[in-house]
Nanobody, 126 residues
Framework: QVQLVESGGGLVQPGGSLRLSCAAS????????IGWFRQAPGKEREGVSC????????WLEDSVRGRFTISTNNAKNTVYLQMNSLKPEDTAVYYC???????????????????WGQGTQVTVSS
């Protein structure tokens, strides 16, 4: 079955960096999307970034564009989220999720994804 395991979260000061990893296994699809989402206490889960294995196209949410980068190591079936210039408002539990590729660009709506990891906490605080 599909499994996703996130790692790399932690406590970092404002302006600092973290790299999250999402190790994926159990895929039976030829192509798929992987998305990164986050959920802060009392807030809805929101899409941060996503990537399509079909062509490597990516998408970033406006508030993180220019600070976050999504990339993939296909040999390791791992997707990374490099987060730079972190702000206190980036504090949240970060999840990766996956779904079969259905064409077009990867979506950032959480309800489009059916398989989720357990999440990793990111705290940005001085």
């Amino acid at each position: 079955q599909v499994q996703l395991v996130e790692s790399g979260g932690g406590l970092v000061q404002p302006g600092g960096s973290l790299r999250l990893s999402c190790a994926a296994s159990g895929f039976t699809w030829n192509y798929y999307n992987i998305g990164w989402f986050r959920q802060a206490p009392g807030k809805e889960r929101e899409g941060v970034s996503c990537i399509s294995s079909r062509d490597g196209s990516t998408w970033l949410e406006d508030s993180v564009r220019g600070r976050f980068t999504i990339s993939t190591n296909n040999a390791k079936n791992t997707v990374y989220l490099q987060m730079n210039s972190l702000k206190p408002e980036d504090t949240a539990v970060y999840y990766c999720a996956t779904r079969r590729w259905y064409g077009g660009s990867c979506p950032l709506e959480f309800y489009e994804y059916g398989f989720w990891g357990q999440g990793t906490q990111v705290t940005v605080s001085s």
